[in-house]
């Protein structure tokens, strides 16, 4: 399983490192794409993240997913992103996986990628969304695409991605390594 990450300055970091984290000790290859081209990114509260390479470097079809942790600015900066859209629109249409969390599917609607959906978002965001169903659930599974609330709820959101993604006993053996309730 290879996961693209897009990260661009602004990003929740909570919503960034523990998925990320909670993917690589699950055995994902996650490749963390810089949406600028910087090799640190600035996080929404002072965090800088190395990246593994530059967005427009990579091919999306090379990847089994992306991910787009939230973050009011760095959201702002995704949806300005053409680069980003596409990756979003090319890995849905090839039916990868599209995973997002906090104010970042917001991202996703904008690509037109939850119209048919039941999804969930950051309280207040879901006004931006265009979506089969908003739900208030932590965390939403509707086919290959799976939201999550926001930092409160990264923890869930990663383990279950792995539960969906890689099987429920692969998610229980990270949940025991870290002690998650």
Partial sequence: MQILVLLADGFEETEFVVPVDLW???????????????????????????????????????????????GGVGVQNLKASSAVENTICTLNDDNKWVLAICAA??????????????VTCYPGCEVDLVCRKFSEERVVVDGNVITSRGPGSAEEFALKCIAVIGGAELAEKVKKQIVAR
């Fill in 24 to 70: 690589r000790r699950a055995g994902f290859k996650v490749t963390v794409a810089s949406l600028s081209g910087a090799d640190l990114v600035d996080g929404l509260h002072g965090i800088k993240i190395q990246a593994d390479v530059a967005l427009d470097k990579l091919e999306p079809t090379d990847f089994d997913g992306v991910f787009l942790p939230g």
């Fill in 105 to 118: 599917p917001t991202v996703l609607s904008k690509a037109h990628v939850l119209v048919d959906r039941k």
